[in-house]
């Protein structure tokens, strides 16, 4: 279907579709009754895009009211909420971040909706640095239990650190501090937790190699922390700058791409269903 660049040795990607031109510059993904959601980055318009059936082109747009696209970077989602991450910082000129909190139950069949919360937070070890030399950047928000966990993107080192966000704390500025920092061993653009294998599946890509490539990791979470010594770490057999990642039934997961300049948006889905159950 695609124009691609494969590599040996790789995970399969089932490409089901080219992403509708609007969503060029998809980058999370949520799953609602079954609905596929999503958003653009980078000072897209405030907007979330439900897609059709056949993901090939948009069924809903729901303005984000009293909200501002300044670099909405994932999705997340507990039983009740949607968590918008107006998280990027690739230019470090930001001390963290903005998360929108929206009910889901409003999303039914809106034009328009009015985030339930909005939660503030800064980084307590911020350090000022250049545009893609540092370690300020995220582009990855999941909930593990009642926590909003953030990761980021390490331009510097391409390692990525944790961070903790609550949920119900909107009244305030929350000054976050890592409690991790995990060799990813490049950048990290989306994660999705699992519940039922305690598993965090992260997406991402390497910088500095030629055309690059994308990777994904899985790593299991252990008293409330990931354990990285159980992480699977593999490269994807389709080259492209996958942005957003959702377990999507068991042992599957949804990936979505950006526009770039071999490939149009491209959404499909990594069977890891093996990669659980044998850990290699």
Partial sequence: MAATYFVRNTLYVDILAYMPKKLSETSGLAIIDGDIWTQNDTYGQNKLYRLNHDLTAIAQKVKINKSLNRDWEDLAQDQQYLYIGDIGNNLAKRKGGVIYKVAKSQLSHQQVVTPTAVLNYQYTDFKKGWFNKHNFD???????????????????????????????????????????????????????YDPQTATLAFIGYRKNMYLGYSFIWLVKVKNNEPDWSTGIYKRLGIYSQWEAIHWYGQGRLLITAERNPLNKALIGIVDVQKLLDTGE
């Fill in 138 to 192: 995220s582009e990855a928000i999941t909930i593990v239990g009642d926590q909003l966990w953030l990761f980021t993107k390490n331009w510097k080192d391409e390692n990525t650190k944790l961070y903790r966000i609550n949920t119900s704390i909107v009244d305030k500025m929350q000054y976050v501090k890592p409690v991790a920092e995990y060799p990813s061993k490049g950048l990290i653009t989306g994660v999705d």
